[in-house]
């Protein structure tokens, strides 16, 4: 999942023009737990977090594609805008103090400084500051923490998210007292649940880019688990990409087709109606957007596709299926533009006796097909003459 945002290197936020947020209430100025990061029946990241006064610090292990430690610090002023950022980056078997990578984040009142070191080279570069309130580097889940405390106080909320380009808008909204939500175009939507003094208790991202949920623990044992995952890596066993990359090459009578996608894994969970709502657009794949390409005229499901790059998408229904062609291509596979559909075409869905593990998509006899979990649905495809 690139921007699928375990893999989002740093988010920045910043608050839309709403002044100075308020110093959250005393009673939630001091924390120190863990959380666990579960995506279906797998542990993806752990990760431990102290937060006392205006400062948190952090040590995260997150196990794709390999093992990997970060210590996360961050502080923050009392109208709670964030001064200072820093995540260093390590090896499993390293030492807890060394870094093969460090990334700090220097803020100032109009502008800040980004230094990323990675052995012995430096790069900096700078952007204008839009009021920050928090930064987020997930996996560390307690930045979000941070953001929860943020929100309660502030009330509703729009925040920017500044990849180093063009800022992205993140909506905070108090659903409840104990729950809001965080969603940007690029990321979904992730619930996040707080206990009856404010904390974090439980993220829902399996609407978002992320998949997963994560959830709060009282203490993590780092040291053994990380240990336990190099090892799983050494020996072959270790959790590699979450949803690897691959490509669909195929000759249908005459015309060259390609589709480049990736494939995300069942990991125990219910995929169609859970992980993939039904009657919803569905990015058929993960991260960025399914594509297809096809270098002569085609008809599929007996719509006419001209020679041309797509991408694709699907509508996954309890009674019925759709294959979405849509013209727009490059995007994230969270944006979806229906004005640019060129067509939605029927798909006959068909109950597997045994359940597919990882998401396929395949040409063959005629047929463009998806294969899921315990579901396979298929339009058939064919050049016109």
């Not at 069942?266 to 058929?284: H, L, Y």
Request: positive net charge.
């Amino acid at each position: 999942m690139k921007v699928h945002l375990l893999a989002l290197a740093t988010v920045l936020s910043a608050c839309a023009g709403s002044g100075p947020l308020p110093r959250p209430p005393a009673a939630f100025a001091d924390d120190s737990a863990g959380f666990v990061t579960m995506l279906g029946a797998d542990t993806t990241a752990l990760e431990l977090f102290t937060i006392r006064g205006n400062t948190l610090e952090a040590e995260v292990v997150s196990r794709t594609p390999r093992t990997a430690v970060r210590r996360v610090r961050m502080s923050w002023d009392n109208d709670g805008h964030v001064t200072s950022y820093e995540t260093r980056l390590r090896g499993p078997e390293a030492h807890r103090d060394s870094a093969r990578a460090v990334t700090t984040w220097a803020v100032a009142s109009d502008s800040i400084t980004v230094t990323n070191t990675t052995g012995t080279r430096t790069q900096t570069s700078r952007m204008a500051n839009g009021n920050v309130s928090t930064v987020l580097a997930l996996p560390a889940y307690s930045t979000i923490a941070v953001l929860a405390r943020a929100a309660l106080a502030h009330g509703d909320t729009l925040i920017y998210a500044q990849f180093g380009g063009d800022p992205l808008p993140f909506r905070v909204r108090m659903d409840s007292p104990a729950t809001y939500s965080f969603a940007a175009p690029q990321l979904g939507t992730m619930l996040v649940q707080l206990d009856a003094v404010g904390r974090v208790h439980q993220i829902d991202a399996r609407r978002s880019t992320v998949g997963a949920v994560v959830k709060r623990v009282a203490t993590v044992n780092l040291p053994a688990w990380i240990s336990d995952y190099a090892a799983r890596d050494a020996a072959g066993r270790g959790l590699g990409p979450l949803s690897p990359p691959d490509s669909v090459r195929a000759t249908v009578g005459g015309a060259n087709v390609a589709i480049n996608y990736q494939r995300p894994f069942k990991r125990g969970r219910v995929i169609f109606g859970g992980v993939v709502p039904w009657d919803a657009v569905w990015r058929t794949g993960a991260n960025t957007a399914t594509s297809f390409r096809t270098d002569r005229n085609l008809t599929i499901g007996g719509v006419s596709v001209p020679a041309g790059s797509y991408t694709l998408w699907s509508i996954p229904g309890r009674t019925a299926w759709q294959l979405v062609i849509n013209k727009q291509t490059g995007q994230w596979g969270t944006v979806y533009n229906q004005d640019q559909d060129l067509a939605r075409i029927p798909m006959t869905a068909e109950r597997l006796t045994s359940p597919v593990e990882q998401f396929t998509i395949d040409i063959d006899t005629g047929r463009l097909s998806l294969a899921w979990d315990d579901t396979r649905a298929w339009v058939p495809i064919a050049v016109v003459p």
